[in-house]
């Protein structure tokens, strides 16, 4: 059998077929705070029938009580996740990055498909201790929409490896057998799909091939799930002989560097990277894999699901696309606001819990219903606001020279952005500003952009597609210039879009994209009775279309 790694030209490998044996290693019987790392993080050793350390063999890390989570080791960032396929070295030994324990006791399991002494438990005992600043629990929940008071400056990060984009093929099972002509073998052909840090990919669609004996696969494709296996049933040929096939992944959609995917295989959020209210439910709906969101009357957020989040590798560029489905009676806010959807958030955020209303800066990917749906984007710069009232409402945009220079420590938006023309007749252009004691600096501003036309008539229930592209402007000489890139796209038709946009001042030249928030959000309430229904499948963030 021959695999093929991303990106490289197929190579020959062997699946380590003579592993018997899983040991422990280190990392049983410890004790650490709750929400903290025990001291030696676990690790197991595969070894074959002579004791000697098998390579290659695939061994899964799950927390089997207690709450807490786990790392890779040597990933970045470090990533909290429950489940956890990790490769052995060398020497045998599969290690993690670090165990992180919830109060009481906690267990954590490491599984080795057919191996005596498998699954090894371990356990460890998280003790309660006051954190200045929680981040567990609930308290993620609350503050992830807590409103702030301006802090002292944030932190500029460069770009991070992002753990989850496919990047290694690997064999897992299934290599070296014998069958009888015309028989499927006994083990079927698998592969394992991982990321950075040996972090499982799902929904990567992995082709299957024969390439020698005549033989034959079913299905010729499937795609990855949630622990980042894919296999096949292989058939032997029809002569005596030697049979070979070629397993190869395909990444997903070119058109940039893909920085994040989220196929919705299953409902574990939190074992591919999220965080937050990672409750979200998913279904399978129409033919996809969805996350389902469901309003009853009255309802602001779906079923009282707040949001989630997951960071991807800063960019001054993002292209956001969905597929996005609606029930029949889909009605949204039925007001000119929301409901909020998605959100992008900037890497200059004081921390990665902030809420998406009160920030340094949010883009709101979302949609509003007036008489069929439209489609609204929508940016807010709480954080950057000048109060100095001379300079609220005023045009910086016109400014020149030595003018601009000392105005660059400003927000973009609404209460001191640049106000003008709509730049097209497909798009309409509000600027939002009013006074808010809750907020940063005492005042909220936005600017929001919406389809001058309906995109989906009432009563449409069937997949779209949404794509929308955002290019920070850039910065010459401290100054922002009028170069920034907005542009949103409804069943691969561009709907609007604008090329003189400010996102970013000479204040925070830097400023890039890292966090998406999703969060279905109504402010009022849902006014529809019976409940109304959003679903969200295919997501995907790339640094182009």
């Known amino acids: 059998m021959r695999l093929q790694i991303f990106g490289a030209s197929p190579i020959s490998v062997r699946v380590a077929g003579d592993a018997a044996v899983l040991n422990l290693v280190a990392g049983d019987g410890q004790s650490a705070g709750a929400g903290l790392p025990v001291p030696i993080a676990p690790s197991v050793r595969v070894l074959n029938a002579y004791g000697e350390g098998v390579a290659g063999f695939s061994v899964r890390f799950t927390v089997l009580s207690g709450g807490g989570s786990m790392t890779a080791e040597n990933a970045v960032p470090q990533v909290q996740v429950q489940t956890l396929v990790v490769i052995t070295g060398s020497t045998g030994v599969a290690r993690l990055g670090s165990w992180t324990v919830g109060a009481g006791t906690n267990t954590l399991g490491a599984t080795g498909l057919g191996l005596v002494g498998s699954p090894v438990v371990l356990t460890s005992v998280g003790v309660s201790v006051a954190l200045d600043d929680s981040r567990w629990g609930a308290a993620v929940v609350r503050r992830m929409w807590a409103r702030r008071a301006p802090l002292p400056p944030v932190r500029d990060e460069s770009s991070i490896p992002f753990t989850t984009e496919p990047t290694t093929i690997a064999l897992s099972a299934g290599n070296n057998q014998s069958a009888p002509v015309n028989t499927a073998v006994s083990v079927n052909p698998r592969v394992l799909v991982t990321g950075a840090g040996a972090v499982p990919v799902s929904g990567v669609t992995v082709t299957w091939t024969v390439t020698g004996g005549g033989g034959s696969v079913n299905p010729g494709t499937s795609v990855t799930n949630a622990q980042g296996l894919a296999s096949t049933v292989w058939t032997m040929g029809a002569s005596a002989g030697t049979d070979t096939m070629e397993a190869s992944g395909n990444g997903p959609a070119q058109g940039g560097t893909v920085l994040l995917t989220e196929s919705f295989p299953d409902s574990n959020f939190a074992g591919r990277g999220w965080y937050g209210d990672t409750g979200h439910t998913v279904v399978a709906y129409q033919g996809r894999q969805a996350a389902q969101y469901t309003w009853t009357p009255g309802q602001t957020t779906p079923g009282g699901v707040s949001g989630m989040n997951v960071l991807f590798p800063a960019s001054e560029t993002a292209y956001v696309e969905h597929y996005i489905a609606f029930s029949a009676n889909w009605r949204g806010s039925q007001t000119p606001v929301g409901p909020h959807i998605i959100y992008l958030l900037s890497d200059q955020e004081i921390d990665d819990f902030t809420g998406p209303s009160d920030n340094v800066l949010t883009c709101y990917l979302e949609n509003n219903y007036q008489a069929g749906l439209l489609l609204t984007t929508a940016f807010q710069d709480n954080q950057n606001v000048d109060p100095t009232a001379s300079r609220l409402y005023t045009p910086f945009g016109s400014l020149t020279g030595s003018q601009v220079s000392p105005l660059e420590a400003r927000a973009t938006c609404g209460a001191n952005g640049r106000q003008g023309g709509t730049g097209a007749a497909t798009v309409t252009q509000a600027w939002d500003y009013y006074q808010d004691a ?82 279905p959000y109504i402010g009022d309430g849902s006014p529809i009775s019976p409940n109304q229904q959003m679903w969200i499948a295919g997501l995907t963030v790339k640094t182009a279309p």
């Open 438 to 519: 809750g907020v940063s600096h005492g005042y909220y501003n936005a600017r929001k952009l919406t389809s001058a036309s309906v995109v989906m008539a009432t009563g449409n229930t069937a997949w779209h597609k949404v794509g929308a592209y955002l290019q920070m402007n850039s910065i010459v000489g401290g100054i922002a210039q009028l170069d920034g890139v907005q542009r949103v796209w409804w069943d691969d038709v561009l709907i609007f879009e604008r090329t003189t946009l400010i996102t970013r001042t000479g204040a925070r030249p830097t400023l890039k994209f890292r966090r998406l928030t999703i969060g």
